[in-house]
């Protein structure tokens, strides 16, 4: 039951990274949403590896074909069920780690979990290739969110030292998100994504990797979404967040920050704007009181770890024989995986505030 998520939506991921495919099963949507398979593309795109050296030169398109709970372009409201090809797997280069443990990765986890029948092959289903589903799951809830004009968008914060500018946690708009949605290097500064490819350029000639932090945010979300105690909206967000591999923190609003404030500087005076409508002078709390959607725009930043495996010998261990190892990883890897993971974090927030939406009167 790891690989399933269920809150009124539920998201099924099956596949390892070798293997013939990977796909995603997802139930409840609600019926008769228009899908734009082409929008679809647009969106798995975003994902895939880029051409600038700065990721894995593992080719594969991504597209996943769709078996069921579609007809005539429309959610039949049955299950919807979509594969994906795995066409460009090297797996002969994963012979030598088969009982040794890369370090940074789940192989020795794994196999203890296991008992050592799990597929090690790219990380099997530990693999960030499972994002793919994750991202194709969160494209579908995305279109039917943005007909109902609600956006989700994200930005690569930093990369290792280097920031980008920030959205506007008050007044970041619809715009806002699209300007920056298929940049090719997706940030708001093309001055400050210049310097991050560089430094992830110099990362790979080194044979080291870099790690970061992208900023989410969704606007449009209407106040009252979410429930307190564990229906949180920050829970079910939090928990497909860190089904994205390479995930190691989340905060939202002022996030820790918070702990050198005051109260009355944490606290985000309340008023009425201009429209009557109730808002917030400021934003640390991110859009979300006692789990619970205040109207104001949702935000949140993911700290992704540098990539695991890196072209360089590490002391490990071979946990069948239990001994001291040597590991000289090889294969095709990303520098910087923080690019590809942009469209991941969108895709959990959209199927988590889809999910919640379900509740809200007159949505479907």
Known sequence: MSSLWNNRISISIFGESHGPAIGVIIDNLPPGEYIDVEELGRFMARRAPKKDGTTTSRSEKDMPQILSGVFNDRTTGTPLCAFIQNTDTHSGDYSNISRLARPGHADYTGAVRYKGFNDVRGGGHFSGRLTAPLCFAGAVCGQILERRGIYTGAHIASIHEIKDASFDHVNVTRQDILDVRYKEFPVISDKKGELM???????????????????????????????????????????????????????????????????????????????????????????????????????????????????????????????????SIKGRHDPCIVPRAVPCVEAAVNIALLAHMLDYPNFC
Request: charged letters at 20%.
């Open 197 to 327: 490819k560089e430094d992830i350029q110099n990362a790979r000639m080194e044979c080291e990797s870099l790690g970061g932090i992208i900023e989410c945010v969704a606007v449009n979300v209407p106040a009252g979404i979410g429930s307190p105690i564990f229906e949180g909206l920050e829970n079910s967000i939090a928990q497909l967040i860190f089904g994205i591999p390479a995930v190691k923190g989340l905060e939202f609003g002022a996030g820790f920050e918070v702990a050198k404030m005051v109260g009355s500087t944490n606290n985000d005076e309340f008023y009425v704007d201009e429209k009557g409508h109730v808002v917030t002078k400021t934003n640390n709390h991110g859009g979300i009181l006692g789990g619970i959607s205040s109207g104001m725009p949702i935000t949140l930043n993911v700290a992704i770890k540098p990539t695991p495996s890196i072209a360089q010998e590490q002391n490990t261990v071979d946990y069948h024989d239990v001994k001291n190892e040597v590991l």
